[in-house]
């Protein structure tokens, strides 16, 4: 059955330093989405994307945070200069549409920052 | 204000019973009410989904109900297995694809 892979499972930041999460859609979907779950808390939206752009982001998604479709399968979420409080799992979602589509969810990235 | 509120936060129930989970929602507009289950340390998973001219829908052994009115859902469990303890997310979906979480509801199936 098809997955959103993503990679790596868990990432070990520097307060301060970039990183970039990366996540893999399954292959006919349109739409992509990055969600976080800060440890104990529910999960949150933070932005989808349709047709090379960004269609909706929420409060959380600021200046610090970029997503980008680099090639026809890849689809990351960049995080200029991270802080403590960003630490976090951030999951990638995607699905063929909206409204009753389902939106599937891969396994997560686990951001520590030190 | 906490869009998606559920209940109880979290249930020990024994393998072979029932159970029943709420959510009441707020955000408006509507358009679809889902129930993901999320496996500690994995990503939600897609249970039921129901537009607001569905007042229930089932997959294998759960069954979801939902009152548009009341703007309340549950999620029943029937049977629970060992492999049920998860958190139950009831998911509020609005506006222009997007989606507001609960916290979830945090069950234990124990033998």
């Known amino acids: 059955e098809p997955e959103v892979t993503q990679t790596p499972s868990h990432q070990v930041t520097q307060m301060g330093q970039e990183v970039i999460l990366r996540c893999v859609p399954i292959?006919?979907?349109?739409?992509f989405y990055w969600y976080r779950q800060i440890l104990g808390q529910k999960v949150e939206f933070l932005v989808s994307?349709?047709?090379?752009?960004?269609?909706?982001k929420s409060e959380i998604f600021d200046d610090q945070f970029s997503v980008e479709r680099p090639d026809g399968s890849n689809f990351t979420l960049k995080i200029r200069s991270t802080k403590l409080e960003d630490s976090a799992m951030y999951f990638c979602?995607?699905?063929?549409?909206?409204?009753?589509?389902?939106?599937?969810f891969g396994a997560g990235t686990r951001l520590s920052v030190l | 204000k906490n869009q998606v509120e559920q209940s109880p936060q979290s249930l020990i129930i024994l393998e072979g019973k029932n159970c029943t989970l709420q959510?009441?929602?707020?955000?408006?507009?509507?358009?679809?009410l889902r129930w993901y289950k999320q496996d500690t340390g994995r990503g939600p998973v897609s249970l039921t989904i129901?537009?607001?001219?569905?007042n229930t829908k089932s997959n294998g052994r759960y069954t979801a109900t939902l009152d548009a009115d009341t703007k309340q859902s549950s999620l029943h469990i029937t049977a629970s297995q060992l492999s049920d303890s998860a958190s139950y997310i009831c998911?509020?979906?609005?506006?222009?694809?997007?989606?507001?979480f609960g916290k979830g509801n945090q069950v234990v199936v124990i033998p």
């Open positions: 979602a995607s699905s063929e549409g909206v409204g009753e589509n389902i939106q599937y």
């Open positions: 292959s006919n979907h349109l739409y």
């Open positions: 994307f349709y047709n090379n752009e960004i269609s909706e």
């Open positions: 959510c009441n929602y707020t955000v408006s507009p509507f358009s679809n």
């Open positions: 129901m537009t607001f001219s569905e």
């Open positions: 998911v509020d979906f609005y506006g222009n694809n997007r989606l507001a």
